[in-house]
């Protein structure tokens, strides 16, 4: 595949590399640096000029900083004079945040999608199932979630997807990440070449 260029921010590059893999070209450098005022400095270090470029990241924590990074790539492609730019984003964190309609309150949506999830598998219990398999597309687990539900002996598989990174110090044994890079490359390839990408989401014709 000619002209195109991918860029990975700082979040998730396990996936970018994944995603240039399945598309057949390299991952291009970028390098992210820090001034000792605390700002942040970007620089693409591969041509854009002309060229499809795509930015794979993710908005995980620290989701703030991790943002910045994205925008300064966007602006750094478009200094280059990248032919087209395309935001590759698996997870957008802020379209799970609470909405507020009343002043001084939490925005606790990670905390109430944990407690959901074991309130979730207290009532499967009821129901007297002989094992539960736990399935969620992002791997964004409260502290110590994945620890609590893999206790569980009842709990035989935790499936999510890596749309976003699971530090290894939390995986365990019950754990299993789907990697969503093919999806994601053949996005990428589709756009690309001016191809439809609402016909991955289209349910085959039946025989």
Do not use: W
């Not at 992002?138 to 699971?166: M, S, W, Y």
């Not at 995986?171 to 609402?198: F, M, N, T, W, Y």
Request: with cysteine.
């Amino acid at each position: 595949m000619r002209d195109i260029a991918v860029f990975s921010g700082s979040a998730h590059p396990r996936l970018a590399e994944e995603v240039c893999a399945h598309l057949g070209v390299p991952l291009s450098p970028a390098r992210v640096s820090r001034f000792a005022n605390d700002c942040l400095e970007v620089q693409l270090r591969a041509n854009c000029r002309e060229r499809d470029v795509f930015l794979l990241q993710p908005l995980v924590r620290p989701v703030q900083e991790h943002l910045v990074e994205l925008l300064m790539m966007c602006d750094a492609a478009r200094g280059a004079s990248a032919a087209r730019i395309t935001v590759v984003m698996p997870h957008y964190s802020y379209a799970r945040s609470d909405k507020k309609d009343t002043p001084r309150i939490s925005l606790g949506g990670r905390l109430v999608a944990d407690l959901t999830v074991l309130e979730l598998l207290d009532r499967l219990r009821e129901l007297g199932p002989r094992s539960i398999r736990v399935a969620c597309t992002h791997g964004l687990f409260a502290a110590g979630a994945l620890k609590r539900l893999g206790e569980q002996p009842d709990v035989l598989e935790i499936v999510c997807t890596n749309t976003v990174p699971v530090p290894e110090d939390e995986h365990s044994e019950k754990l299993r990440v789907l990697s969503i890079a093919p999806a994601l490359a053949e996005a990428v390839r589709r756009i690309h070449d001016g191809e439809s990408v609402s016909a991955l989401f289209e349910q085959p014709a039946e025989a």
